[in-house]
């Protein structure tokens, strides 16, 4: 029997529940949610928890996720385990969650197995956490759930002014609904109708790409220069702060870049290809260090005239994405060739229609921008609490 004061096996406080992917069974429009180690989907099955858990992903501890509020149905499976407190008298799920969190990078260092490191259950049961008393938790949980939900205000508003600044450029340069578009008349082009006074254009004419510094770990030290690698690039486009490496090794001006450039992901480590081709913004470092690519990542050079925003933009677009993926080839793991960008041919806009554009653009970047450093700080400085509320310290 666990004391709630008593240091515990987490084999006597939680119960750990998992299985395995039916492939056949997951479908665009299923009826319950799926959960992989990387990624919610939807997939049709027979399993139903509504109450509340946490979701750890077994893949090398890559993930752990809070359901919170989500009542409906889900299937929690693909190496991912579904953990529940045995006693909620005796321990929190809020407070179990960040128990965990706390223990990923212990997990890492246990996780077995020769291709894919895998958390198993002897790990787990093994593993020891102290549950102070339920007061206790639900203070040290509460404090710390308020910066995650500061953290989630802060991302919801930053998707929202991204949809923003993506519909006004498919708006004016897409469906070529710009202000004034009345008294442009559409002309033909290799490219189909678009409106008088736009000119046809490849990429090519326009920018050139860099691709980042090769690298193997032994470059990889705590002290080195800031290193935007594929992790840092989400998926459809948009960066990630959080994952940024520190790299010592020797690099060349070519792979460097400043706050305001683009990069592009030229590799693909998933299956569905929803990374290669993603572009993202350079955001401020805290540092005036060179910030570095890895060679999984171009460096987007544009002529001194050409605003970043618009190119930024453009790349975003599905028509860009989906010619540059007809490029990308390899069978684990996608690599775009330069061609897949450079070729790409599209309709550029008179430099009054660009700047005003920019125009319009600017202040949600600026915003996006300052979120996103909201966001990081509320993140360090909940990662400098978590150890010391959970410690008692």
Known sequence: MVTPLQTAKLGELVTFKTGKLDSNAAVPDGDYHFFTCSQETLRT??????????????????????????????????????????????????????????????????????????????????????APPLPVQQRIADILSAYDELIENSQRRIKILESMARALYREWFV????????????????????????????LCDLISIDKGVSYNGAGLTAGGNPMVNLKNIMAGGG??????????????????????????????????????ASAALIPRFADDRPILISHHLFAVRLSEDLPA????????????????????????????PKEGVLNFT????????????????????????????????????????????????
């Not at 925003?309 to 775009?336: M, N, Q």
């Open 239 to 276: 960066f990630r702060r959080d994952a940024t490496k520190p790299y010592s090794g020797a690099f060349k001006p070519r792979h460097t870049v400043k706050p305001g450039d683009i990069v592009l992901a030229n590799t693909d480590l998933t299956q569905a290809g929803n990374v290669v």
């Open 175 to 202: 469906h070529f609904r710009f202000p004034g578009h009345e008294h442009h008349p559409r002309v033909a082009s290799p490219l189909g109708e678009i409106p008088q006074g736009w000119e046809v254009k490849k």
């Open 309 to 336: 925003s618009f190119i930024y933009h453009l790349l975003l677009e599905d028509g860009f994405r989906g010619f540059a993926k007809g490029y990308a080839i390899g069978t684990t793991v996608l690599g775009l």
């Open 346 to 393: 599209f309709a550029l806009a008179s430099e009054n229609l660009i700047g005003d554009f920019v125009k319009h653009a600017a202040p949600m970047h600026q915003l996006i921008e300052m979120l996103l450093e909201k966001k990081e700080n509320l993140r360090r400085t909940r990662d400098l609490l978590l150890p010391r509320l959970l410690s008692g310290q």
């Open 45 to 130: 099955n027979t399993y139903s928890f509504d109450t509340e858990c946490v979701l750890l992903a077994g893949n090398n501890a890559n993930g752990i996720f809070p359901l919170k509020y989500f009542k409906g149905k889900f299937d929690a499976y693909q190496r991912t385990y579904v953990v529940r407190p045995r006693d909620t008298n005796v321990l929190t799920t809020k407070f179990l969650y960040y128990a965990l969190r706390l223990k990923l990078s212990e997990f890492r260092s246990f996780s077995t197995g020769a291709a894919t490191k895998f958390l198993t259950l002897t790990i787990l049961n093994e593993t020891e956490i102290q």
